[in-house]
């Protein structure tokens, strides 16, 4: 037979058979259109045409996950509505199937036996639950026997009942979860007594302590609002007012549904519609909502000391089943207690079953709800009579639910808050009843204490210990341990209470007080507030927030405090506390732990400190009490450059040698040695670096060519604590020299140095008068004229050397005007006799000085002050002659007034300093004002007649001598 004719016949035989019994109909809306036809999930078996099914009715594994044919992601056919193995819960068993990937949870199991006592769960008795009908062979009408007993999609939907039941395609009608109390009928109880949160009880009517409406976690999430699934059902609490079935993942801050599947977070397998527990919070503030608490009010989560226990960790909605008891042969725990607790990583068990005097809160099997998370103190010392006590009564008195400190938390606010936080005498935050007049009607500094700081009463009043309560006396003594404070490292039992007597004379004070009339009520010597330290400080008790600010216990600029606090935070330098120790944020709760922390982040993230015995870390703590003589060392620290393993405390590195710890000074870098640049951690020498660059040649100039320059030249005067310093930039106040005594600004800009007079910034001339600074080709290897004229002009075009022919090489005798550059020299090490005088803010040579005296003066002469100070002798035959005769040149002239005293016999003009200078070229031009006769030339008898030997001569014509004047 042909296949055409074969299917043919397929589809006719299901069109006469599917009429053969009610549930045969076709498949409803979402199951139509795109090609969804009845062979789509159906095949023809042994059975006939008219009970068609994936596969046989004896492996019902495989027709369980029939519809996951299609539900699954990337299936055009899943319409929206994708399911993953991930995504079904664990929370009463394993997945059948290792899927492979994050487990999701977001969804009520779809496999697995249906009859789990954990889960409440037992097969349906409702007829449209089991698909009743005439039982014929293999149970064809027994939904549950072809599913094997299983947990399977078929169970509660089937895709024939679209148009009736709507787009989920339900078995029967849900409105109030009917189809899923059928199967957890057991958990079907209108009392929290029966061990299962109650059901079908109209929420609005119900008395109590509730929120009405119940709040939202998440206000913009609607499909988190409790209130939005109650007025869906009237009022009433179902199963689906705190669970979802499919696509719900527990969280307030995702939207829950098939819309928003992809997004959807990794789930705890409840399928909550909001959060199951609220997220930490330290105990000073609110808590967070979670599921119990958006409708039950006044309930606190127990965490007064940050423990963070939330409802679901001592309650659970359902806790009527114990595997370890499954008939509740040891009875059922009222108030939905969980059962099963873990403690000290144990588990273990609690019992609470029963109410008024008789709950168990502590029993003597250890059994009771406290005890299954710490053991209950015995009485004495500072625990009252009634922890012996098992009756519920006594401990309700300290302990109860709605305490605002964290429920349960330790109240003893019979007589006053624990501890007292307002001015109103006794309750649950007020001081103590009958008033004491202590505290001058204040509650001073508890909250911060007790609240915040989570200290224990016995602190600050372990005077109390022992004693029957309530007591007359006000007891005092400190005891700062880690067992009273939590988080502190030390034992601190100093300091003292300095108070006037109580208004009420009824009480009295006991320990350590200092009662006086005159008395303010602070602290003294308390470890807490800088008792040890130099400027502890006496805070008030009363006092508010201001006693808390930096300067109360310690001073703030370091002077005082020990160690080389008086270096860095002390002085011009004045580092701020954070510059090495962690911020203090507004209520810390940090900071001041009996271990003094450091946290040098801020400096550079490898900066290291090594406290005494310790290891070099860059957080940290010194693991003892403030202050400690037992100082550590720093390392790699910016600010202090190349200096290593620095010890705290300890005595400047040296006296004389600050700079050279760092980077290097002038008597520590030598013409080859290293400057080093503050980097860190490893630090850099090399002169192509910016922060190297030229500071060898300045220091201890590598080329010999001038003195050594000082830093003083470019940054000032610097000492440790300059403003300025070490502050992560480099800074420049640069010196006489360098600004020609204020007539240049120099600049540093880009990496170069302009407009500077050792640059040539004043001079004509010069090929590079802005060097780059970490060039290491300013100058030439070796000694050129160009080297020379990189400053200057070599020689300069100015007069006097306009004429003069430049040198091509060294030796050279082409700069004979300046007596200081030696003749012979060939290298920048000897090119100057001494080499102070070049770039030293004078020109040495090249006036009157560079060739002879000012005036030139005979071998017997020699100058002083107001007398030809300049004088200098010429070393020839009657050289100077009587220039230092009285009337020739004033005895008061220097060099500086130049060639004015020399024009009564000498022209300017004849003067050329270009040319080789002999004695014979010495020529004299006498003033017509100084001449005898105007009519007869003036004479001087030696003018180019010597040769090459200078021979003195006579002046005639003169008005000073009236005749031929004696032999110069």
């Not at 189809?179 to 929420?203: A, E, F, K, W």
């Not at 400096?603 to 009490?625: C, E, F, S, V």
Request: proline letters at 6%; charged letters at 10%; hydrophobic letters at 30%.
């Amino acid at each position: 037979m042909k296949r055409t004719s074969v299917v043919t016949w397929v589809i006719v035989l299901v069109a006469i058979a599917i009429p053969m019994y009610a549930g045969a109909a076709l498949p409803t809306v979402p199951h139509t259109g795109s090609g969804i036809t009845c062979n789509t999930c159906h095949t023809a078996n042994s059975l006939g045409p008219a009970f068609l099914v994936t596969a046989s009715q004896t492996s019902p594994a495989l027709y369980n996950n029939a519809c996951q044919h299609c539900h699954r992601q990337g299936d055009a056919n899943a319409n929206a509505k994708p399911l993953s193995p991930s995504d079904a819960s664990i929370v009463f068993g394993g997945h059948s199937t290792n899927a492979g990937t994050t487990l999701k949870q977001t969804s009520h199991r779809w496999d697995g036996s249906d009859y789990n006592l954990a889960a409440g769960a037992q097969p349906p008795i409702q007829a449209l639950m089991t698909s009743p009908g005439p039982q014929g062979t293999q149970g064809r009408y027994n939904l549950r026997g072809r599913t094997g007993n299983q947990l399977a999609c078929v169970r509660c939907h089937s895709m024939h009942n679209g148009s009736v039941l709507g787009s989920k395609s339900l078995r029967m009608p849900n409105t109030n979860d009917e189809m899923c109390l059928d199967c957890h009928r057991s958990r079907n109880q209108q009392s929290h007594l029966s061990g299962t949160h109650p059901v079908n009880i109209n929420y609005n009517s119900t008395a109590g302590a509730f929120n009405k409406p119940p709040l939202n976690a998440n206000p913009s999430n609607a499909t988190s609002d409790l209130n939005a699934k109650l007025t869906a059902t009237g009022g009433n609490i179902v199963c689906s007012t705190c669970h979802g079935v499919h696509y719900t993942d527990s969280r307030s801050s995702t939207v829950d549904g098939s819309a928003n599947f992809a997004n959807l977070s990794a789930s705890d397998g409840y399928v909550l519609v909001t959060d199951r527990r609220g997220a930490k919070v330290s105990s000073a503030e609110n808590d967070k909502l979670n599921i119990c608490t958006n409708c039950h009010a006044s309930k606190k989560s127990h965490n007064a000391k940050d423990q963070n226990v939330q409802c679901t960790d001592c309650h659970g909605a359902h806790v009527e089943y114990d595997k370890d008891d499954p008939n509740n042969t040891k009875g059922t725990n009222v108030y939905l207690v969980r059962r099963d607790v873990t403690k000290a990583g144990m588990p273990g068990k609690v019992y609470f079953r029963y109410t008024g005097s008789q709950r168990e809160y502590k029993n003597a099997e250890g059994t009771g709800v406290c005890q299954g998370c710490h053991d209950v103190p015995a009485p004495g010392g500072i625990y009252p009579p009634e922890h012996a006590s098992n009756n519920a009564k006594d401990c309700n008195t300290c302990h109860y639910h709605s305490s605002q400190a964290g429920s349960f938390s330790g109240a003893c606010g019979k007589c006053h808050g624990n501890p007292p936080t307002t001015a109103a005498i006794g309750g649950p935050a007020g001081l103590a009843a009958p008033a004491t007049g202590a505290l001058d009607g204040s509650a001073g500094a508890h909250n911060a204490h007790v609240n915040i700081r989570k200290m224990d009463c016995n602190a600050c009043h372990n005077r109390y210990a022992n004693k029957v309560m309530p007591s007359n006396t006000i007891d005092l003594e400190f005891d700062v341990t880690p067992g009273t404070f939590p988080g502190f490292r030390g034992i601190a039992a100093n300091g003292s209470y300095n108070t006037p007597a109580p208004s009420n004379a009824a009480y009295s004070f006991v320990g350590s007080v200092n009662v006086s009339p005159t008395a303010t009520r602070t602290c003294a010597n308390v470890y807490c507030h800088g008792g040890t330290l130099p400027s502890g400080g006496n805070p008030s008790w009363v006092g508010g927030p201001a006693e808390v600010a930096c300067g109360k216990c310690h001073t703030v600029n370091g002077n005082a405090l020990n160690g080389s606090h008086p270096a860095h935070a002390g002085g011009s330098l004045n580092l701020a506390c954070a510059t090495c120790h962690p911020a203090i944020p507004a209520n810390d709760t940090s900071h001041m732990q009996g271990s003094v922390q450091f946290d040098l982040s801020g400096i550079n993230t490898a900066a290291q400190y090594k406290p005494a015995g310790g290891t070099y870390a860059l957080i940290g703590d010194t693991g003892r009490l403030a202050p400690s003589a037992s100082y550590g060392t720093c390392n790699t620290i910016y600010c202090h450059g190349q200096a290593t393993n620095l010890p705290w405390g300890g005595s400047l590195w040296s006296t004389t040698e600050t700079c050279a710890k760092c980077h290097g000074s002038q008597t520590t870098v030598t013409a080859s040695g290293a400057f080093y640049t503050t980097a860190y951690p490893v630090k850099v020498s090399v002169r192509t670096d910016s922060k190297v660059g030229a500071h060898v040649s300045h220091l201890n100039s590598t080329y010999a060519m001038s003195g050594n320059a000082a830093c003083s030249d470019c940054h000032g005067t610097v000492a440790l604590n300059t403003p300025g310093h070490m502050n992560g930039t480099t800074s420049f106040d640069w010196s006489a020299l360098a600004t020609k005594n204020g007539t240049l600004s120099p600049t540093f800009t880009g990496g170069v140095c302009s407009n500077t007079y050792c640059h040539g910034a004043a001079q004509t001339g010069g090929t590079n008068k802005s060097p780059v600074w970490n060039s290491t080709t300013y100058l030439p290897a070796t000694l050129t004229p160009a080297a020379c004229g990189t400053c200057h002009g070599f020689p300069p075009a100015t007069t006097p050397h306009n004429g003069i022919a430049t040198p091509t090489g060294f030796p050279t005798t082409g700069c004979n005007c300046h007596p200081n550059v030696n003749p012979i020299g060939n290298s920048y090490a000897n090119i100057f006799i001494d080499k102070t005088k070049h770039v030293n803010g004078t020109i040495e040579g090249g006036g009157c000085n560079g060739c002879h005296g000012y005036p030139p003066s005979n071998k017997r002469f020699t100058g002083s002050t107001n007398n030809w100070a300049d004088a200098r002798m010429e070393n020839y035959t009657g050289g100077g002659g009587a220039h230092t005769i009285a009337g020739h040149v004033d005895p008061l002239a220097v060099a500086a007034d130049g060639f004015a005293k020399c024009t009564p016999c000498h022209s300017e003009a004849d003067h050329k300093t270009g040319l080789a200078i002999q004695p014979s070229n010495v020529k004299v031009s006498i003033e017509s004002k100084v001449r005898f006769s105007q009519s007869r030339v003036p004479k001087y008898t030696s003018n180019n007649l010597d040769g090459s030997l200078h021979v003195s001569g006579t002046c005639s014509n003169v008005s000073c001598h009236f005749q031929k004047t004696p032999k110069w």
